[in-house]
């Protein structure tokens, strides 16, 4: 909903919003560029608004939400306006996966940015907007298939995944989304090669697969990984296209990479200039963002998936080799953490030691007490142990670390917390 104002304020378009009093790291851009943030309040809509309401908001949680129906307001939800709005554009180019549809869409931007007038939207809270925009570069989210309203002329699609089991019934409810969503899409899909749900899906539209493997349309080849990166050798067949060298971390983030490669390939982009703008993406926020206090690295990472975790923790283990790698999880949701429980522990023991926050619930889920973060702790093999954020202490036994802080609820109260007991020791901070 933030990267959404800022995009339609650059745009032109008088913008305000409600949410709220608790600070959300989202907040900082729509401040700096002026728009209005006001409290839940009933004074702030009228008729005469377009009102866009987020997915978490609903008549009986919601003052505004409940005075707009009960006057007969019209309002639109986030994904039913992108519906709309996304037509006004040549071309529109959705990003969809399980994972990765952040860094992949933030990628894209970032190039096709420098490229042409291009508005994107992205999941981190950034959004850019132009007037003759002839792109537009979103994401697409399958939760509750938000997805459904889009009909965009492109599409990535990551992979498919297990999640949202508040939701989903099983990865075949998944999968069969993603198909219908795919159905939709007009000129050309960019589908990850080695997912098997991928590869079954039907659509109308060209399907173009991405991967290292021999039965890829785009493939790359010659995969260096550094600790300064990744480069690869892209080619379309056996048409080489050229190298590419991405500044991220990760299997994962090369194949996000040639993704993004491939799309600008078929929008026929020149691939040189591509490459070096590619060489300078910044990352996402809240995606492998890292800070130094003294020796000590500290990686915050929004991953709360096993996949995510998984990726995360491997790309720590590509930039820092030579230090021990300290997860500090917490997990987000009952019904999440119930339905992976092992796969989570499974994953987690690729840290050296892990610690773990109490579970984050989300305000669409009710505790059941079915499970508990103790839970978690007692599977996971290496050395875990359960933290409060008002004594972060045990983590400082650990000398030459990188501590990878991971969650999407609240996760950042605890680094913080570290950060400030990191300050009492030392005076270094980058």
């Given at each position: 909903m ?6 339609l ?8 919003g ?7 790291f ?30 978490a908001?609903?008549?009986?949680n ?6 707009a ?20 554009f ?6 969809a996966?399980?994972?990765?549809k ?8 970032h190039i ?18 132009h ?9 697409s ?19 498919i995944?297990f999640?949202?089991?508040d ?5 075949e409810?998944v ?36 991967g ?9 080849r010659?995969?260096t ?7 690869f050798d892209?080619y ?10 991405v ?14 490669v491939a ?29 130094r ?17 998984e ?5 720590a ?8 790698i ?7 949701t ?6 992976l429980?092992?796969d ?8 050296d ?11 669409r ?17 290496k050395?875990?142990?359960i ?8 983590l ?18 605890y ?8 300050g009492?020791?030392t005076?270094?901070v980058?």
């Amino acid at each position: 909903m933030s990267a959404l104002a800022l995009m339609l304020h650059q745009m032109g378009e008088n913008v305000q919003g409600s949410d709220q009093t608790k600070f959300y790291f989202t907040q900082r851009g729509l401040e700096a560029a002026g728009i209005k943030i006001l409290p839940f309040d009933t004074k702030n809509i009228t008729p005469e608004h377009e009102v866009i309401v987020g997915n978490a908001f609903h008549a009986n949680n919601n003052i505004e939400v409940a005075f707009a129906e009960k006057n007969n307001f019209p309002y639109k939800r986030y994904h039913e306006f992108l519906g709309t709005f996304m037509t006004r554009f040549e071309a529109s180019i959705g990003v969809a996966g399980a994972h990765g549809k952040t860094s992949t869409t933030g990628m894209l931007a970032h190039i096709l940015r420098y490229l042409t007038d291009t508005s994107f939207l992205i999941g981190d809270g950034t959004g850019q907007g132009h007037k003759d925009a002839k792109y537009f570069v979103f994401e697409s989210d399958e939760y509750e298939r938000h997805f459904m309203p889009y009909h965009p002329e492109y599409t990535i699609i990551t992979n498919i995944d297990f999640d949202h089991p508040d939701y989903f019934h099983d990865i075949e409810d998944v999968a069969s989304a993603f198909n219908d969503y795919a159905k939709q899409v007009t000129k050309g899909v960019f589908a990850y090669g080695e997912d098997p749900y991928l590869r079954k899906l039907e659509t109308p539209t060209p399907i173009h697969y991405y991967g290292t493997e021999a039965n890829d349309d785009y493939q790359a080849r010659n995969i260096t990984r550094t600790t300064a990166g990744s480069t690869f050798d892209a080619y379309y067949h056996e048409d080489f296209l050229g190298q590419f060298k991405v500044p991220t971390f990760g299997k994962h983030n090369v194949l996000n990479a040639l993704a993004v490669v491939a799309v600008l390939h078929q929008l026929g982009m020149d691939l040189e200039k591509s490459a070096s703008y590619m060489a300078t993406f910044p990352g996402v926020k809240r995606r492998f963002a890292e800070k130094r206090i003294g020796d000590t690295i500290i990686i915050d990472d929004f991953a709360h998936h096993p996949t995510e975790i998984e990726a995360t923790l491997d790309a720590a283990r590509q930039k820092y080799p030579d230090r021990e790698i300290i997860a500090v999880f917490q997990p987000h949701t009952f019904t999440r953490t119930i339905a992976l429980l092992d796969d989570f522990a499974t994953v987690l023991n690729h840290a050296d030691s892990v610690y773990l926050a109490e579970i984050y619930g989300s305000a669409r889920e009710v505790d059941t007490h079915e499970v508990n973060v103790r839970d978690l702790a007692e599977k996971i093999q290496k050395p875990a142990t359960i933290v409060p954020e008002d004594d972060l202490s045990p983590l400082l036994n650990h000398k030459k670390a990188a501590y990878v802080f991971m969650g999407a609820g609240d996760i950042q109260k605890y680094e913080y917390a570290f950060e400030e007991l990191l300050g009492l020791t030392t005076d270094n901070v980058n």
